[in-house]
């Protein structure tokens, strides 16, 4: 590869930096908004609104695990990829995206038979209502049955990402969310005389938006992504291979998939006090996904950059990728964080709360955002640590920050706030307390990785 054909080599990285990350950014950012979107429609649905509602709730824990199996798979790919072309090994690149590509075959083919087998026996061991269980299996057996599209589309995204085309992966996403919510209503509620599919109707429109992200990643991929080729033989299963991809993209599976265990934990522990908690905390989280999805985005841009010229052994831009990844991440926190802090009322008003459980959402906006600068940093610092292949230290944040320091704690505090309910505040205080120490986590491992990879010996690298 000429290195002045792709821009990570000597594009200036402040630069690089906010080409790569924008886009990244707002895609991220289309996501939770789309996520709200098909919500509201099928809360929307006459008489069943809110059994459909139920149905999707417990479908989402399959439905996030596949997401996070996919992108953790990707990701892993990606940092392995942009090492490589890094190091200048283009066969090595391309025998990487070969085995993702064979792994995305074998996880696809899981929740596949999964979709088939397993379906009815996980949504019955969450509800006996008939009505809901019969939409929740329907709904959720489309999702692993079609689920290709988002399975494959997280490699063909973390490709283009891999290389500095993170345009090209942003346009497939937000096209694919612009056919979810085209869908939605037309499908849900059977406009253009198609037939009334209800929560049905959701499960397709999703599917549907995944795989046009799927078939535009695919032909960005392969009309743009030159300096990779992929052979049929390169996709035969390599161990070593899959090692390399795991050692980064298990850790970014883990810190999804806690995402799920630290809300279902939460629900149990906040319900303990009152159901208008759970709510606020419900409304609340989708709200932060907002700011929260914006970090996670630049993350997605920090990963390859410093990935790619730690391949190079490039000291210089390695620290710049650092320096600039972590300043770019504060100033979006903080704007987040002053955002919430001023516009708190407003959201409690948009979503139609009154009562107790308006004031508890408006206090957690008011509490938690502070904790975002912190969770920002250690956002940001869990991707610089999955580029310099220290997916053990990433994992660990994760760990801390989602589970660790977050269920034990809000345990303790809501025992506080049983009694009474006007002492919820104590329990956000959690987030502040977690994301806080599993900074000051991240920062001693950063200063380790540092001094044993950054500021290294040329045996370092491989």
Known sequence: MNEKTNKMSFMPINKLMITMGVPMILSMMLQAVYNIVDSIFVGGMADTGEQALNALTLAFPIQMLMVAIGIGTGVGMGAVVSLRLGQGKHKEAGKTAGNAFTLATFIYLVFFLFGIFGVTAYIKSQTKNILIADMAIGYLRICCVLSFGIVFFSIFEKLLQSTGKSLYSTIA????????????????????????????GAAYATVLGQITSLILAAIFHFSKNTEIKIEPAYMKPSVQIIKEIYAVGLPAIIAQALMSVMTYGLNRILVRIDESVVTAYGLFYKI?????????????????????????????????????????TFVIMLIGTLFLEIFAEPFGALFGLAGSTKEICIGAMHIISISFVFAGANIAFQGIFQALESGLESLIVSVCRQFLFVLPVAWLFSKIAINNIDLTWIVWMTFIIAEGISCLISIIFMKRIKKNKIDFPQAEFI
């Open 173 to 200: 996403q937000i096209a694919g969310a612009i056919v979810n919510m085209i869908l939605d209503p037309i499908l849900i509620y059977g406009w253009l005389g198609l037939p009334t599919l209800g929560v049905y």
């Open 288 to 328: 932060q996904q907002f700011i929260l999805f914006a970090a996670f985005g630049l993350r997605d841009a920090i990963t390859p950059i410093v990935s790619f010229n730690y391949g190079k052994q490039d000291k210089s831009r390695i620290n710049s990728g650092i320096k600039y990844g972590l300043g770019y």
